[in-house]
């Protein structure tokens, strides 16, 4: 069964820096994907940051680009989501998915096709 658990949300003012982990159980790493998406209320999903389970290239979103970095430690089956700089409009729920479409953006937009995910960490950036 593919469970995914994110952890290490938390309130932080501007400027500051969070990591997010993602623990995955029931595949490994090599199988798919995985893609940070976040929610905001009242807001759409949105794509963050993907890892590619082939070659471990990174892609991210031009609003996060230079601040945020994902990796991914496979002998633990973890993903990370480093976040530095963190501005207030970064303020939401945040998940790891896997990613069937292996890493899929369009028109500067991380599209995705996310099939499992987690319960989310809740990030907040507020002075």
């Known amino acids: 069964q593919v469970q995914l658990v994110e952890s290490g949300g938390g309130s932080v003012q501007p400027g500051g820096s969070l990591r997010l982990s993602c623990e995955v159980t029931g595949f490994t790493l090599e199988d798919a994907a995985i893609g940070w998406f976040r929610q905001a209320p009242g807001k759409e999903r949105e794509g963050v940051s993907c890892i590619s389970n082939s070659d471990g290239s990174t892609y991210y979103v031009d609003s996060v680009k230079g601040r945020f970095t994902i990796s991914r430690n496979n002998a633990k089956n973890m993903v990370y989501l480093q976040m530095n700089s963190l501005k207030p409009e970064d303020t939401a729920v945040y998940f790891c998915?896997?990613?069937?479409?292996?890493?899929?953006?369009?028109?500067?937009?991380?599209?995705?096709?996310?099939?499992?995910w987690g319960q989310g960490t809740q990030v907040t950036v507020s002075s």
């Open positions: 998915a896997t990613d069937l479409s292996s890493c899929y953006f369009s028109g500067g937009y991380y599209v995705g096709y996310f099939d499992s």
